[in-house]
């Protein structure tokens, strides 16, 4: 696929929006993380090109605990060697600058904590630990990788033997957090939307309440997405490009080195 460049009319407008906004927030998705090695679900070079999504549902985890972790770990190797990217570190900067005030996101790796942002909303939980299906009790992933490794396939708690999940939410499963989220898009008056085909409900609402309580609502993504139709500016290309020139235009305007 040949790569866009990003519209500096866009880009400028984007700026316009988040300084004068009284309360802007970040909602983000698998997109904004491709840049940093990790595949997302639906792009191009999506998981779901290669694997089945019933992979990812409870349903299967129940069934298959075995296969479920095999590819897991898989996903893993790929997820704790990435680093946060240019759009990571420029959210988390925004941040800083009272910008935007919190970042919403579908995604489980990280990457925004990583990148120095603060307040992070993880509507799909992380894959930074795991949960006792049985007890509730949570490990660190680390420790839940070495008893794979060592064989202990599913995973199991050391408390009372009950199997362990991933603390992320799979397909079937609630969203974690989403009254804050909806709380805080609800008092948004504008939402930067970063590498999310906003197909993924409930997390998908958040840009909606935004632009129903009247906000406005910028959308960052390599292809059209499923709510490009409320949108007041669309920037389509890079994430990583996009956010860097978004980050230097509101620093200039603000007269920000
Ligand atoms: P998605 O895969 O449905 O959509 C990602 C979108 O990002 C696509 O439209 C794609 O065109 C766009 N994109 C890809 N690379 C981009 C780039 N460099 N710059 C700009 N846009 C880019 O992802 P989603 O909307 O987040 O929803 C699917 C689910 O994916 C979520 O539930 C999330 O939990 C899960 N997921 C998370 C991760 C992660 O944590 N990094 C990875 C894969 C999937």
């Known amino acids: 696929m040949s790569e866009k460049q990003c519209n500096t009319e866009d880009i400028k407008k984007a700026a ?96 925004h904590q990583a990148a120095g942002s603060s307040n992070v909303i993880e509507l799909h939980g992380t894959m930074r630990r795991a949960v006792c299906l049985a007890c509730g009790r949570t490990y660190p992933m680390d420790v839940v990788i070495k008893k794979i490794d060592s064989g202990q396939i599913p995973p199991l708690c050391d408390e009372c033997g009950g199997i362990l999940k991933p603390d992320t939410v799979l397909f079937g499963e609630p969203v974690k957090d989403f009254d804050r989220a909806r709380e805080l898009a609800l008092m948004s008056d504008a939402v930067l939307v970063i590498g999310s085909s906003l197909s993924v409900y409930p997390a998908a609402y958040v840009p909606i309440f935004v632009k129903e309580m009247g906000g406005k609502v910028i959308i960052i993504n390599m292809e059209p997405t499923e709510l490009d139709y409320i949108a007041d500016v669309i920037i389509q290309c890079k994430a990583g490009d996009a956010m860097t020139l978004l980050l230097k235009e509101i620093k200039d305007r603000l007269g920000i080195q």
């Open 16 to 111: 316009d929006i988040l300084i004068n906004a009284h309360h802007a927030i970040a909602f983000t998705g698998a997109g904004i993380s491709t840049e940093s090695g990790i595949p997302d679900f639906r792009g191009p070079q999506g998981l779901w090109k290669q694997y089945s999504p019933e992979l990812a549902s409870i349903d299967y985890f129940l069934q298959h605990p075995k296969e479920f972790w095999l590819f897991y770990r898989m996903r893993m190797s790929t997820l704790f060697a990435a680093k946060p990217n240019r759009a990571h570190y420029a959210v988390a900067e925004l941040e800083k600058m009272g910008i935007i005030k919190a970042v919403i996101t579908q995604n489980v790796d990280g990457l």
